[in-house]
């Protein structure tokens, strides 16, 4: 059979039709125009999703259920969008609306439990029984798959883990409360340790690449830096893997899963990044002499919305009965 | 059936027949004396074993399996104590050395985790899907059940809860690394913030009863006056149960359990405690108008290793293929 996969970002929806072993046969693509009538934006996720069926030359009879992922929390006993914040979404029918153009079984899961869950089915976790996947973007999302399905918790509201506490009255998080894991270890926090070093050192390398203003610091530039040498751009990605390090490091103490995946924009360092964090490890262990999750880059890059959330299609709904 | 739960610790072995709800038929108990060769703490387990057998009328053709929890990581797949701390023991061959005695299945964990197993088995987490378990005492262990069975990781490593990084570059800790969460939460920590307060009013009411002496600080001291009402007890013990209310906010944002069950010699505390963890709790979430992991006191006291231990023994050897 087929499913549907359907990934809602706050900027672009895009749909993809994809077999039972992950690999997606079709594409389609739309802006989200987050700011309409949720109506408006939930018949495009169905326009675009027929469009990539038509462009895969199958009908609906061949699609077995539909899957979403969505920037948010989402209630699959009823099917309802709870918090979708990047939409200004909240307590949306997505289900009931989205049957009314395809009549076929939905489920709905945050992003980043579902890139995770798409890397344990096509990509780098795949096939093992555990995982923990970690999206370094603006923020940090969290994506644990226990016993190959997707775990978000007895209410729904796990697998936050940009949302630890790693600093006891640290820096304030946008969610409110202070010291989050992802204050430390998102893009964001690259680029805010990268700007306090460009006060202090208003010639160095990263603000003439940010033509002498803070404001137009990337990560990709710090992390560019870092890569050709230069001395504070490394400072500054040591110090972000290190924290990085110790986020992975609570993973282990906490869950152990058979693999820590790192995707999402921090992740495209690639190897540079994968070291980094590697040859922290060992020193952060409780146990020296046992063996311990192995730690690997994301493999699907952008296909893993639509992947993980076709996969979650290919669940069912006896993952509804189990989810908040 | 019946099944064998032993508990091992540092200074005492307990020994229970336990039935097939939990429920502890006869126990008895001896010293560890954990300086001696470990044939003869092993052969002790056994003899205590048999003894309260004899005390509950019943035979080994009755007993089904056989659980020990220790205080340490053991290996399933071969029945070894990989680590010991308390008693020395690094790689000793426990199944093999017991099964001379009695040639039953025997399956071994950590004691935290079978503490927190036998609380879903019989006590205070009966029945739920997921729970966490937490002792608060020298140390801060974890207990993790998923699916109505423990959780150790998938190199057994994990459940560690004690040794999330809560502050970064945060107090030393015994395990090597800083910042650790037992460095906050543990009766010790307690101890500790009680005696930085008795160095800075050496005539507060904590000195007092510590006879002007740091050293003579206890948990209950504490918990007792600030109960009481002392105006600085109250302080130490709300700056303690800020950091335990921090602990349980990170297991919902990570595992999201049903419950989060608090046990060890803080937990006698009982409502007072608890009370002030969960008045805590609704500002720390994420999600404010979404449900949350309930906050409980464990319900079995010691016998909880003797229980959890002997329902090891119920999931049989399994359990011992899912672990490390």
Chains 1, 2 share one sequence.
Not at 169 to 182: A, N, V, Y
Not at 227 to 245: C, I, N, P, S, W
Not at 290 to 307: F, S, T
Request: glycine residues 14%; charged residues 20%.
């Amino acid at each position: 059979m087929l499913y549907i996969g359907i990934d809602l970002g706050g900027t672009h929806i895009a749909a993809g039709i994809v077999d039972d072993e992950g690999h997606v046969l079709a594409k389609a693509e739309t802006a989200t125009l987050a700011e309409r009538p949720y109506r408006e934006v939930v018949r495009d996720m169905a326009s675009c999703s027929l469009e990539a069926l038509a462009k895969s030359s199958h009908t609906l009879d061949d699609v077995a259920g539909i899957g979403i992922g969505i920037p948010g929390v989402a209630d699959n006993k009823t099917g309802t969008v709870i918090f979708c914040t990047n939409l200004g979404w909240h307590n949306i029918p997505l289900r009931e609306e989205l049957q009314k153009y395809m009549n076929l079984p939905v489920l709905i899961d945050n992003d980043a439990t579902v890139a995770g869950f798409a890397e344990s089915v096509a990509g780098v976790s795949k096939g093992l029984h555990s995982s923990v996947f970690l999206t370094l973007g603006t923020g940090v999302g969290g994506g644990i798959v226990i016993d190959g399905k997707p775990w978000t918790g007895a209410h729904g509201v796990g697998s936050e883990i940009g949302h630890l506490t790693i600093e006891l009255d640290g820096i304030p998080c946008t969610c409110g409360k202070d010291g989050c894991l992802e204050r430390y270890c998102s893009a964001t926090a690259l680029i805010r340790m990268a700007g306090e070093v460009g006060l202090q050192h208003p010639d160095c390398a990263i603000m003439q690449k940010a033509k002498g203003d803070i404001r137009n610091i990337t990560g990709r530039m710090v992390i560019d830096l870092a890569k050709e040498g230069d001395e504070l751009a490394m400072k500054v990605f040591d110090r972000y893997t290190k924290y990085l390090a110790i986020a992975v490091n609570n993973i282990t103490s906490f869950l152990d899963p058979d693999m820590v995946v790192l995707g999402g924009g921090i992740s495209h360092a690639g190897d540079f990044l994968l070291r980094k964090i590697v040859e922290k490890i060992p020193n952060l262990l409780m146990f020296k002499t046992l063996p311990y999750p192995q730690v690997a880059l994301a493999r699907l890059g952008n296909e893993a919305g639509v992947i993980g959330a076709a996969m979650l299609g290919k669940l069912g709904m006896d993952y509804a009965e189990g989810g908040i």
